[in-house]
């Protein structure tokens, strides 16, 4: 089981970013997936998470409205899109899988974690 984030960079304020969480090994329909962040110098905090039966989304209070998760098991990809990008978005970004499906912002649930992507958002 493998998971890769990528499509980080660097954004102005107010621009977007969409990144992508590819499975390798494994088939992404029957995972949760979930999205988490951390900046330097703090604890890692979820971003938000898809199910995997319904699509249904969880997302943290700075991501609603701004963010959007979605998937594509076709090509095996969970996506964060990621618009009116702050300062304060800056962060490593990670995607993490659940078996059982379920969606969760709880990190402790995800057994499985790719490594991370960096977005830095100037101002």
């Known amino acids: 089981v493998q998971l890769q984030a990528f499509g980080g960079g660097f954004v102005q304020a107010g621009g977007s970013l969409r990144l992508s969480c590819l499975a390798s090994g494994f088939t992404l329909d029957n995972y949760g997936i979930g999205w988490f962040r951390q900046a330097p110098g703090k604890e890692r905090e979820g971003v938000g998470s898809?199910?995997?039966?319904?699509?249904?989304?969880v997302y943290a209070d700075f991501a609603k409205g701004r963010f959007t998760i979605s998937r594509d098991n076709a090509k095996n990809t969970v996506y964060l899109q990621m618009n009116s990008l702050k300062p304060e978005d800056t962060a490593v970004y990670y995607c993490?899988?659940?078996?059982?499906?379920?969606?969760?912002?709880?990190?402790?649930?995800?057994?499985?974690w790719g490594q991370g992507t960096q977005v830095t958002v100037s101002s």
């Open positions: 898809i199910g995997s039966s319904d699509g249904s989304t």
């Open positions: 993490a899988a659940d078996s059982q499906g379920i969606s969760t912002m709880s990190d402790l649930w995800y057994p499985y």
